[in-house]
């Protein structure tokens, strides 16, 4: 038998160092870059990617020691990797030239019918038109699509830190929130809404009317706040947009579309995958360079934070459990923010004889936690990924995010405990 409670507290000791590593990788960047002869090790501890695989590596390494390999690998097979897969394959999709020139045109065509300046009214789009499109197209996707046409067209050199953090906070906040017009696209409503039976109009009535008007509300702040620096902006035309034939693209969505129906089942969608990349080397041509390290990248981040998760329970649920309906909101929201979110649901999920008010507050507060950290919603590594080389030493500060999420979580929290 596994020997649960010091297992448990290497685990949580662990954690916990995860944790302060994730805050540090800007520090590790930096040593790297003066310190040379170390560049490697250091550099690699530097990727936010690399910190709760990393981690995670260590907790097995003692398993290995104080109970044995069985233990150990009976305990990585016990643990549901879906998730880090799925993120990988629609990351890798969702970033492919012909969705992206698709999704740009759907976004300029909305903007067109927008009464202000055009670089303006995309920005906005693609803090709420697209995070809400996360409720359908899944929110890892919602994130990849996003991240990359802000890093495209908005995370310039003439763009200040500033703003760029600013942006990386409401996009992470209106993802999480976003995703709560379904019960099956953001990763913690989805880990309740089969255990707890919320369907379609339970998600809009209590979590989707109160999501999208903070999107817009964070989306009209920022755009307020920055209007002078979007003022610099300017978009050029996609030169390359008409050399991708309809049957291409179609082909793109077809994978797309089927990868996020079968997103709970790893055996198609990996299949479907598969089926994609040879399409793609197929139809070269028409494509950008495939996403496969940063995707990759993101999958180990978060299957380090499913091993590592995994023995957080003993802790996390009588945390959870000690609060009342009313605190239990707040108490989700700042534990969100050092714990993925789905996590803290899941839990929540396999308590019995919780109340409906307790249930709602629980999610609630989980998503509106989950743009603080990197690690508090799982679309959130992705959007490190693809965005993280628009500034300094190509690191992302955690306390740059942080600040930035801070008035959008706000925000958020308003509109659940007061609409």
Known sequence: MLDTSLINIIGAILFLVAIIHTFSTKKFEHLARINPK????????GEVEIVFGFWAMILIIFMFGIEGKDTAVNYVDSRN???????????VIAATKPILQLSRNTVLLFASWVPVKTEIAIYFLLLTFVPLLGSFITEPAAMTLAAML????????????????ATIGVLFVNIS????????????????????????WFMITNFGWRSAIAVFINAILIVSIFKDELKKISIKGDADQSKTPFSVTFMHLFFLVNVVTFSHHPAIFMALFLFFLGYATAYKRYQNDLILNEALLVAFFLAGLVVLGGV??????????????????????????????????YL????????DEFKIALVAGAVTGGGLTVIANAPN???????????????????????GALIPTIVSILAFRLL
């Open 38 to 45: 170390h560049s490697g090790i250091l550099h690699l501890l």
């Open 348 to 355: 929540g999920s396999l308590v019995e004889g919780l109340s």
């Open 81 to 91: 990797f879906t998730e880090p897969m799925f993120v990988f394959v629609i990351m």
């Open 150 to 165: 802000l890093g495209q067209n908005y995370f310039g050199k003439e763009m200040s830190d500033k703003f760029k953090y």
């Open 177 to 200: 929130i976003g995703g709560t017009l379904t019960p099956y696209a953001a990763p913690p409503v989805l880990m309740v809404s089969s255990t707890w039976d919320w369907d379609l």
């Open 381 to 403: 590594p992705a959007g490190i990924a693809i965005l993280r080389k628009h500034f300094s030493e190509n690191t992302i500060n955690p306390t740059g995010l942080l600040l």
């Open 312 to 345: 957080q329970q003993w802790w996390l649920e009588p945390t959870l459990m000690s609060m009342d309906s009313n605190t239990v909101y707040f108490g989700a929201t700042i534990l969100t923010a050092f714990t993925d979110n789905a996590a803290l649901t």
